[in-house]
């Protein structure tokens, strides 16, 4: 989960170091740190994270700062795993808070929402073999940082995802059939594990997109057959664990994170929230069928509330899935683990209310959090954002990070 709150060079700011403080005193076994860009121009707001040479200092400070808090909260034999996810934001990338789209395909349906017309470019098959270097540079830095692994971001429409639904992407190594739209991803996981080899690789990628065919990954929604290929295709890169989403956050958000209410400007999704849960549950134990020896990740456990525990412990006894992530809920609740370790139960009155807040601080260009359970930093982030929002929207563009009409909903 992200908080835009880095400094400007991309290096770990203080509420950064605070999240992730928080998280290891809270007694998570896996932290899987956020998007963290690999180029300036992929970052997806002036705020995210963004791991360099001149900055690697800093994100091994918070990586010992990590551990710290879990040494001292919890004892020298608690040290919890470690994962920085890299990314390019591609056609989200808003490096100085304007849009600076990196497309892999022309899609007609996200196309419009952020104005580009049919001419302009793709991404070259020559860049896209740079960016592979920039990846595996990354990766050495996050050794060097002192992180356990790394994950490939393929999730969510931002570049590596769109590759992965390039159907419509012409004449190019990296479109079309599945080994070439799967592509880019492997080679990254294997030169990443030959060449890096203190760091273990994986990925959190999308089982689909919720788009129709041929403009996303994954369109067989039951079957889920080019996931469980994918998933099939990483395990052979001995990836040791994988992650799964679902969804693109300015398209159908409800995909990736069911909710009571939507951002602002946003409709309400046509279907209950248990519904979005339940096709998150069912994605995970898809994938995890697949290759029942690798520990999958499940989403999807938020919206749950202080309930998520049962469900959690039904789908692990099932065999649909190894391990539970949480997301907002972390955010919201970051002793979450320790209260259900020590008593039991969670507590009602500190878990995500699946309210959005945290998103919309985000999309007002703010540093996100739980406004509701973190009201000390986060709520006054959250007024200033909307006010600054609304007056934008009476003067000109926002410089939100995707534009509000993206998040109408889809069922």
């Known amino acids: 989960m992200e908080g835009c709150d880095a400094e400007p060079d991309g290096a770990p700011g203080p509420l950064t170091l605070r999240r992730y403080q928080r998280y290891a005193a809270g007694g998570s076994g896996l932290i899987w740190y956020e998007a963290t860009a690999v180029t300036q121009e992929g970052r997806a707001n002036p705020r995210q994270l963004w791991i360099t040479a001149a900055n690697v200092g800093a994100f091994r400070t918070l ?56 001419d302009y470019p793709l991404v070259t098959d020559a860049e896209l073999n740079r960016l592979q270097d920039a990846f595996v540079s990354a990766a050495e830095l996050a050794a060097a940082a002192g992180f356990d692994g790394v994950d490939i971001k393929a999730c969510h429409g931002y570049l590596v995802s769109e590759l992965l639904g390039a159907f419509t992407r012409p004449h190019s190594r990296y479109g079309g059939p599945f080994e070439n739209r799967a592509r880019f991803l492997l080679e990254v996981v294997q030169r990443i594990r030959a060449q890096v080899p203190a760091v273990f690789v994986t990925s959190r990628f999308n089982a689909h997109d919720g788009l129709p065919h041929p403009h996303g990954f994954g369109n067989d929604e039951e079957a889920l057959t080019e996931a469980c290929e994918l998933a099939r295709r990483l395990r052979a890169l001995a990836c040791p664990v994988l992650n799964v989403s679902l969804g693109n956050p300015y398209y159908n958000p409800h995909f990736g994170r069911p909710y009571d209410s939507p951002i602002a400007w946003a409709a309400t999704p046509d279907e209950h929230p248990l519904a979005g849960v339940a096709r998150l549950l069912q994605a995970a134990a898809t ?47 970051p002793d979450f683990v320790k209260d259900l370790a020590q008593n039991g139960a969670l507590d009602p009155k500190k878990t995500c209310t699946a309210c959005s807040g945290c998103s919309q601080i985000m999309r007002d260009g703010g540093r996100a959090g739980c406004r509701v359970r973190d009201p000390e930093i986060y709520a006054k982030e959250y007024r200033e954002g909307r006010a600054r929002a609304v007056s934008q929207s009476k003067t000109g563009p926002t410089q939100s990070s995707g534009p509000a009409p993206a998040e109408a909903s889809r069922s």
Do not use: K
Request: aromatic content about 6%; charged content about 15%; glycine content about 10%.
């Open 287 to 333: 994938v995890q069928r697949a290759v029942p020896d690798v520990p999958v990740i499940g989403a999807g456990y938020s919206w749950l509330r202080h309930l998520f525990p049962h469900v959690a412990a039904a789908v692990v006894s099932a065999g649909n899935a190894a391990l539970v992530g949480l997301g907002r809920m972390a955010l919201a609740y």
């Open 63 to 118: 990586v010992n700062e990590t551990r710290a808090a879990a040494r001292d909260c919890w004892g020298t034999a608690h040290d919890p795993l470690l994962i920085l996810q890299l990314t390019h934001s591609g056609r989200y990338a808003r490096p100085d808070g304007r849009p600076r789209p990196v497309i892999a395909q022309h899609n007609p349906i996200l196309d419009p929402r952020l104005g580009i017309g049919p």
